[in-house]
């Protein structure tokens, strides 16, 4: 390209004025990223022949490149008007419309140069960009996947596809495009990049940390690199060195979003930070904002107000994060209340305490396992950093190992277990827990939604012990509502939800404690955890198998990653202001407030 550009001006400087060897000089520049002198010399093209179709496309370009987007939609909607059968003008338009946050006429345009030119893998790409944004995953999820068909080495539409496994909590799933991504080019930043995401995911930092160094490498004051070397440092529990990148990014570009997030979410914020406050109050009210740093920065906020015991600004500012977050996510599409409690019934029904006696002969008896589950948000991460302080205990974060398999394990008619299919899945699990503790006696599995699965769990594994962890109704609905979650929850972005799904656990909990055999459930209340921590870690120990130890009562030393939402609080000591947090947001809590009734 440069030696184009460079015939181009000779040809230029020989015959000044020329119109052919201009327009080559502007396109090249356009090509090149040296937008200004691309506006510059496509626009005097312009003023002589103002109807050239491709001096209008690569105006649009340049112009969207210098983030003038007033005039590359300008010059997008030229170039589409004097050339109607043209692609690549309608991919440019659509391009410009995502700039501008217009999503549906992004969409729409896009989808007509999809339709002039189906093999555009770029015109795919951006079309997936734009349902995202739409709140249609598995639409977008089909135009990736076509772009990447198209051509494999789209780094874009993987690098998407990667991030929409990490929303699942498939870091396996997100990681196989992270590899791709690298194994075209070891030096790509998103291939990098998306890798550090999924190893923070997977609790594995040492390793997330040399991919997010060859990230800082390459971009070391590009916004979106110190970002991520922040959450990485934050994961693993350096706190202090996360908040200076936290800021430097923040002095690269101010009109971001999670940022700011990971700068409140991991201290608590005072008075003294009143002008960081009503800078995010500033940056918020922004238009230019994009909406998913605009959601970011909603939850920034509500947690900021909320340390300032502002709770009805808070939670102003909660109820727009989740609201962007269910659009974003969902868009249209409604939480199935009843094909959850068709779930529930069925778990009720089928796993009763003579499956549970017929079937536990036929489980493993590996004593590798512990089982934390609870509703989300209910002390589950607390429980696991208190058990993996033990010498004898690894964590293993939250494995969706039993989500994904638990029908393989079923016999055809349901009512019973395959022993050959649960002895091998039994097997493969403990294969994957060992991963995270070669040497230890035990290791915990923290997926809170396993309180669905914990007949079968202790079916698989009858020795392993399950910790349930209660905590206050409220608290636990208000803290899901006030946690911005990086997984897909689909009915935690509504209060309404929330409280239908915290009712059908406490009723599919009920029912395990009429079948479970006594003695394999421990139930721990996070009060009492936290208001009377040794007596309560001591029962869980025990019930664990394990001879005591007094790192137990640290868990803040416990240096361990942890990539769940509670990684900066589980890394203080234990403390007591999470219980009864309800109270400041009474006037404000709506549907919750149902719940209150009935725990009072």
């Known amino acids: 390209m440069e ?43 312009a003023e002589k022949a103002p109807d050239i179709y491709l001096v209008y496309y690569w105006l649009a370009s340049a112009h969207r490149r210098l983030k003038n987007l007033s005039e590359a939609l300008q010059m997008a909607q030229k170039a589409v008007s004097l050339s109607p059968k043209e692609a690549q003008g309608y991919h440019q338009l659509g391009l410009c419309y995502l700039e501008l946050q217009e999503w549906e006429l992004a969409a729409a345009q896009l ?69 791709r991504i690298l194994a075209s080019d070891p030096e790509a ?3 990098h990049a998306l890798m550090a995401a999924v190893l923070i995911g997977q609790d594995k930092p040492a390793e997330a940390r040399a991919h997010a160094d060859r990230v800082l490498a390459q971009e070391p004051d590009q916004a979106d690199s110190l970002t991520l070397y922040g959450t990485m440092l934050q994961a693993v529990g350096q706190l202090d060195e996360a908040d200076s990148y936290f800021r430097r990014s923040i002095e690269q570009e ?12 991991a201290r608590k914020v005072k008075e003294s930070d009143r002008e960081m406050v009503d800078q995010m109050e500033k940056v918020v009210s922004d238009p230019a904002l994009p909406r998913v740093f605009r959601r970011d920065l909603e939850y920034a906020l509500g947690k900021a107000h909320s340390d300032l015991g502002e709770a009805g600004q808070a939670m102003a500012h909660y109820d727009a994060g989740n609201a962007l977050l269910r659009q974003q996510r969902f868009g249209v599409a409604k939480f199935d209340a009843r094909h959850f409690s068709k779930g529930v019934d069925f778990v009720i029904r089928n796993f009763d305490a003579e499956f549970i006696r017929a079937n536990a002969i036929h489980g493993s008896d590996d004593l590798l396992p512990i089982f934390v589950v609870g509703m989300m948000r209910s002390g589950t ?24 398999h638990r ?19 039994c097997e493969a699990y403990v294969r994957q827990l060992r991963e995270f503790g070669p040497d230890a006696s035990r290791v915990v599995d923290k997926l809170p939604t396993n309180y669905g699965h914990v007949g079968l769990l202790h079916v698989a594994f009858p020795n392993a012990p399950i910790i349930h ?54 139930e721990v209340d996070y009060e009492d955890l936290v208001t009377n921590p040794e007596p309560t870690i001591r029962a869980m120990v025990r019930h664990c198998g394990m001879d005591w130890d007094d790192r137990c009562l640290r868990p803040q030393d416990n240096e361990r990653a942890i990539a769940t939402p509670s990684d900066w609080q589980v890394r203080q000591p234990i403390y007591r202001s999470s219980i009864e947090r309800w109270r400041p947001f009474e006037p404000f809590l709506g549907e919750f407030a149902d719940l209150l009734e009935e725990s009072r």
């Open 189 to 191: 930043i998103r291939g």
């Open 407 to 425: 029908q393989d394990v079923l016999a055809p008619n349901r009512s019973s277990v395959d022993p050959t299919r649960l002895k091998e899945t």
């Open 254 to 265: 101010k009109l971001q979003g999670y940022p700011y997030y990971g700068l409140v979410r």
């Open 3 to 45: 030696d184009a550009a460079g015939f181009a001006r000779k040809q230029l400087e020989a015959h000044p004025g020329d119109l052919d060897a201009m327009l080559l000089v502007g396109i090249a520049s356009a090509r090149l990223e040296r937008s200004e002198d691309a506006v510059s010399m496509l626009s005097a093209v």
């Open 469 to 522: 962890m209660r905590r206050h109704p409220v608290d636990t609905c208000l803290s899901i509502w006030t946690t911005l979650n990086s997984a897909t929850v689909e009915w935690s972005c509504v209060k309404e939800n929330i409280v239908f799904v915290y009712k059908e656990y406490r009723r599919v909990m009920e029912h395990w404690r009429r079948v479970m055999p006594p003695g394999k459930m421990l």
């Open 381 to 404: 991460t607390l429980a696991e950093q208190i058990l993996s302080s033990h010498p004898g205990i690894a964590g293993a974060g939250e494995r969706r190992f039993w989500m994904e």
């Open 111 to 179: 989808r007509k140069a999809a339709k002039l030119a189906p093999q555009m893998a770029a015109t795919h790409a951006s079309l997936g960009c734009a349902l995202e944004e739409l709140g249609q995953p598995a639409e977008a999820r089909e135009s990736y996947l076509r772009a990447v068909t198209l051509n494999p080495r789209h780094v874009n539409a993987l690098s998407q596809l990667g991030l929409m496994h990490i929303h699942q909590l498939d870091y396996e799933g997100a990681s196989k495009y992270a590899r």
